[in-house]
């Protein structure tokens, strides 16, 4: 960026005229257009001035005073200066002269669209007198915008306005659009073909060459005017129309074969790039040529347009009768296949029932002689039958229909019998020619409860919850209490479902933590509690108990290991990853090493502790200490010991 800045910032415009001794001076370069300078920026902030150079032999011997300068017919007053002043005034004409190299600099002040005087933007005419011999007058043209890319950001941000406005007059809840469950924006709808749920390509080839030609004049008018002084209405370049027009006609066209004959294969669930090449989810020929050439077209004409110098832009560049017939030909061969390919199936819903499998595909174009795909997975034709029903063409017998019910017995095979979980999957029927459509279907989770991890912070009870198809929606209850929906949030991001659509989350998931805050009076001090979890499709897991424990300490002792404490903690129910606190002091679990002894049944409690504690400067040298262990689940036990470190 700071390339294209300078660039811009520092152009000036040379002119050159030789006087002779007896006629008036006259510029040698009189180019066939106008000479076009921009306006740089000087030292003070704000204040710009448009330079440009006079060469003449005749300066080496001419004084600042027999030199005169017109600007418009009017002759202006120069300020004589070695060097643009630092802090320059916004309205004088500064002038420079150097005898040495036979040049005269100026620099005009420069006011964009502004009454101040002098306003020098636009065409100039400027006229050169030395010893009052004057010369032709030359016209120069000052740009009124500050440099070569202003007319493509006027462009660009023009060309988005316009884009914008049949948009902003359209109902927007109209505009919106969505596929099974994800929504898609106003811009991705437009290219959207309702139909078959996926990006329509004659779309998008008018879309692209309507914009790049709105783009196109914009930057052609804004350069003839703001920067050439030229206030006239631009031509359309030849061959643009007739790439509209191609443009135009075949999305009509695709629009009517559609129909009059059907759509293709609607291919994935969700619209997508590939959309553009493919028919049904397989990439075609005719297709393919019909994107590139669109994209090639669009891109050549804009870096024509970009990258051709405003000063010399007369016209757009042609479009070629050469490459016009080209996209003519492209567009033929894009509707020529839609007019030889059959139409590819369109899925609209599945039913889905659990009873080994059975799926109901309802849509149109559906062949009777179809393969299916479940979860990505090609299903064995020896697994599956399938019954048409529902004919949609007058064949005899009919090759398309409205349904297809699949009846799909995974047997013991590892991977089918996953089709069968509950939560999302997608399918895919598959014509005879290949093409394809897919959707979701659905079954009801089964909710299991394999593991419950309580922990206790800050006053709030944290379960965290193991096991299967657990949604975070759900309503779980805590010993006949509600739990909070908001407080119900995945452990992780590990999914339990077969299929999750991209860009969307999880709906069931393998653990869940449910933070409950002020839980003690909540659950009333439970020693006990009982959690079950309804999904949000009415399934039920069954009760969990979960039991908190009590522990006790019935014996302390203390020995001292150099400047560490070892405690030997014996008692009930006593968790290896508890909290410590001596003499009320919480010790930092980096300090302290347990080592658990004589296992509870079944609880993952023990009865013994030992601990060592390699920071004790906590104890301090009283004759006893204290100790405090906190379970995770915050139950907590005390006790007190002779402390080793005692003074005598």
């Not at 960026?1 to 811009?8: E, N, P, T």
């Not at 050439?293 to 009768?321: A, C, E, N, R």
């Not at 839609?338 to 599945?350: E, F, Q, S, W």
Request: hydrophobic share 40%; net charge neutral; glycine share 8%.
């Amino acid at each position: 960026m700071k390339g294209i800045l300078s660039l811009f910032l520092s152009i000036t415009t040379a002119l050159s005229f030789t006087l002779k001794a007896v006629d008036k001076p006259v510029f040698n370069v009189m180019p066939s257009y106008p000479a076009v300078a921009f306006p740089a920026l000087s030292a003070a902030k704000d204040i710009w001035f448009t330079k440009f150079t006079v060469s003449s032999s005749a300066l080496g011997t001419a004084t600042t005073d027999q030199i005169q300068v017109y600007l418009k017919e009017t002759k202006a007053e120069v300020t004589w200066v070695s060097e643009l002043p630092t802090n320059p005034n916004a309205d004088n004409l500064y002038g420079k002269l150097s005898q040495t190299a036979n040049e005269l600099d100026l620099w005009l002040p420069w006011h964009p669209i502004s009454l101040n005087w002098p306003d020098y933007h636009g065409i100039v005419a400027i006229k050169i007198g030395i010893s009052g011999n004057t010369s032709d007058p030359y016209r120069l043209v000052i740009s009124t915008v500050r440099g070569r890319w202003w007319p493509v950001l006027i462009a660009a941000l023009a060309t988005l306005a316009l884009m914008a406005i049949p948009i902003l007059l359209i109902n927007t809840k109209s505009l919106g659009y969505e596929v099974a469950g994800k929504k898609f924006g106003k811009i991705e709808a437009l290219f959207i073909e309702k139909e078959t749920d996926s990006y329509s390509i004659s779309r998008f080839q008018f879309y692209l060459w309507s914009a790049a030609a709105i783009f196109g004049y914009i930057v052609l008018t804004v350069a003839r005017t703001l920067i050439q002084g030229s206030f006239e209405f631009a031509d359309i370049p030849q061959g643009l129309p007739g790439i509209i027009f191609i443009s135009a006609a075949t999305a009509a066209t695709a629009q009517g074969i559609t129909s009059s004959k059907g759509a293709k294969g609607a291919g994935p669930i969700y619209p997508s790039l590939s959309d553009f090449v493919t028919t049904g989810g397989e990439v075609v020929p005719e297709r393919f040529q019909f994107f590139v050439w669109t994209i090639l077209g669009v891109v050549v004409f804009l870096f024509l347009v970009v990258f051709q110098d405003p000063q010399t832009l007369m016209d757009l560049p042609k479009v070629p009768d050469g490459f016009l017939a080209i996209m003519g030909i492209s567009s033929f061969g894009y509707l020529g296949g839609r007019l030889a390919r059959k139409p590819g199936p369109i899925v609209d819903t599945i039913t889905a029932v659990r009873t080994s499998l059975r799926l109901t595909f309802s849509g149109r174009k559906l062949s009777s002689d179809c393969s299916l795909k479940v979860d990505s997975t090609l299903v064995d034709q020896g697994m599956v039958k399938t019954l048409a029903q529902d004919p949609d063409d007058q064949g005899q017998p009919p090759e398309f229909y409205k349904t297809i019910i699949a009846k799909i017995d995974p047997g013991d095979d590892p991977v089918a019998t996953k089709w069968t979980k509950g939560g999302r999957h997608s399918s895919t029927i598959i014509n005879a020619d290949g093409q394809q459509a897919q959707w979701l279907y659905r079954l009801d989770s089964i909710p299991l409860i394999t593991g419950i991890l309580p922990r206790v912070s800050a006053g709030t009870l944290t379960l965290t919850v193991r096991g299967e198809q657990l949604s975070d929606k759900a309503i779980v209850s805590i010993n006949d209490v509600d739990v909070d929906k908001d407080q119900i949030e995945p452990s992780g991001s590990e999914s339990d479902e077969e299929y999750v659509p991209p860009n969307q989350k999880p709906e069931l998931y393998k653990s869940l933590e449910i933070d409950i805050a002020n839980w003690q009076d909540t659950l009333k001090s439970a020693t006990k509690l009982v959690v079950k979890i309804t999904n949000p499709d009415k399934s039920m897991s069954g009760s969990f108990n979960v039991n908190l424990s009590t522990p006790t300490l019935t014996k302390v002792e203390a020995e001292s290991a150099e400047k560490s404490l070892r405690l030997i903690l014996t008692g009930e129910e006593l968790a290896k990853d508890a909290a410590f606190s001596i003499n009320n002091s919480l010790i930092a679990s980096n300090k302290v090493n347990v080592t658990p002894e004589d296992p509870e049944q079944s609880s993952g409690l023990f009865k013994k502790l030992t601990i060592l504690i390699s920071d004790a400067s906590k104890l301090g040298d009283g004759v006893t200490g204290s100790v405090i262990l906190t379970n995770p689940d915050g139950r907590k036990a005390a006790g007190s010991f002779d402390n080793p470190f005692k003074k005598v």
